[in-house]
């Protein structure tokens, strides 16, 4: 079966000289071969290349029946989790729910929403208030189990829903997701008796999407999650052909030509989305390669904008600022709906020249329009067209994405499954809270705060 993600490189093209992107097809067929035969960094973290053929239908059959009863006893499912436990469940939804899916009453599905992800007092509240309103579960996960955030959260909802529902029915309301047998989490979820669920010791938080972390949420909002798993498949097929084909190889493309253009200088990758459905996907994508590239004084920094609605802020500094910047366009060719522009009698606008046009034409106008713009301006253009979006075309996104975010580090010589540097802000802020253990850090820090 074909995939359906294409790669457009064309517009990069005129900024890279062509030896350049000879070194790096060489490079990139390398760089496959350690991750398919798991020599290269990082590589007892390489679980996640095998989830789309590896998962049990066991594992599916059990999502699928834990999603259905979820979905019939709550109008809401509370997601706890941050970063590689929230982003890419979130990425997934969002880019399939309508857009004001919490406004709408009549959805079979329950509405996702998220907590964990964030400290704030307001928000946590608020959510209390929507809780106090609404019959709902709670799905909690954290690889490691002691995530500061997500355990936070967790102990206020779990409070909140005990209080609702009584401690013995509060357990039916409450699914666990984290290791296997370490942690707080796994501890906890033993005591109360909570079904888990487990994220394999060899599946990195930001490349979990395609385990229980992604597909249990996902199911939840009534998305099919075996489809998803498909589409992954079908890139995992065309990525690791035996014969290397360069031209039709989407992981190797991007990840080549990414590379071409931060070794020129383009140190800022922009994810441009022309659909608002596409933003928390930016945001998963911006996880995926910032946490696994930016180590050792090295890395593109990945930034995301949402057009058209920012080409009205961030428009003037792409078109015309600092020139280290290239963009990657993620075009969806067809809408899901349909709607036309109507005819005015007035015209007082002047839009009759565009009336009976679909507003999506005008917005693939306006994609033509701005990458020739900013291509004049000096700013390199890649371009991933997909023909829709569903699950199976999400699925091959995930995994296109994850393929080459692994051999770009690769190329940057990094572990791209690591994150060491996550750790230094976790350790000031438990010095500052006075966590036992952290005496001497607690005393360096306020001096330096009070000075
Ligand atoms: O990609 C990662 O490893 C991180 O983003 C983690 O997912 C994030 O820090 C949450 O960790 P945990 O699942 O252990 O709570």
Known sequence: MMIQLKIETKNALPFIETSAIEAQKKSMQLHLKELKNKSGKGNDFLGWLDLPDHTEAGLIQSIQ?????????????????????YLGARAMIEAMNHHFDNFLNDKKAPHIIYAG??????????LLELLDQKS?????????????????????????????YGKANAKDRIIAITDKERGALKELSNK????????????????????????????????NIQAMLDGAKK??????????????????LYAAYRNALYNKGNTTEIMVGYEPRMYYMTEWWKQLYGESEGKEGKGIFPAGVSFTCDLHSMGQYIQDGLRNIFETVISIKAPNKKINIPED??????????????????????????????????????????????????????????????????????????????????????????KAGFEKETEELTKRLSE
Request: with cysteine.
């Open 65 to 85: 029946s834990d999603a259905d009863r979820f979905a019939k006893q709550s109008e809401v499912v509370v997601v706890i989790g941050i970063g590689g436990s």
């Open 117 to 126: 992800q964030n400290m704030s007092e307001d928000y946590t509240s608020d």
């Open 136 to 164: 709902y579960s709670l799905i909690v996960i954290s690889k490691s189990g002691t995530t500061t955030e997500p355990a936070i959260a967790f102990r206020i909802l779990k409070q909140h829903i005990e209080n609702k």
């Open 192 to 223: 109360e008796g909570y079904p888990t669920y487990i994220v394999p010791d060899d599946v990195g938080g930001r490349y979990s999407v395609l385990s229980p972390v992604g597909l249990l949420p996902i199911a939840i909002a009534g998305y």
């Open 235 to 252: 890139m995992k097929d065309v990525v690791f052909a035996e014969d290397y084909d360069f031209e039709n190889n989407p992981a190797a």
């Open 345 to 434: 009698d007035l015209n007082l606008d002047k839009l009759n020249y565009i009336s009976g046009k679909r507003i999506s034409e005008v917005n693939f106008k306006a994609e033509q329009g701005t990458t020739l713009a900013h291509v004049d301006g000096g700013v390199p253009n890649l371009r991933i067209e997909v023909p829709y979006i569903n699950e199976n075309v999400l699925g091959e996104m995930i995994y296109f994405f994850e393929v080459a975010c692994a051999i770009s580090g690769y190329e940057l010589d990094v572990n791209p499954f690591d994150q060491p540097g996550v750790e230094a802000y976790k350790k000031n802020m438990f010095a500052l809270l006075g």
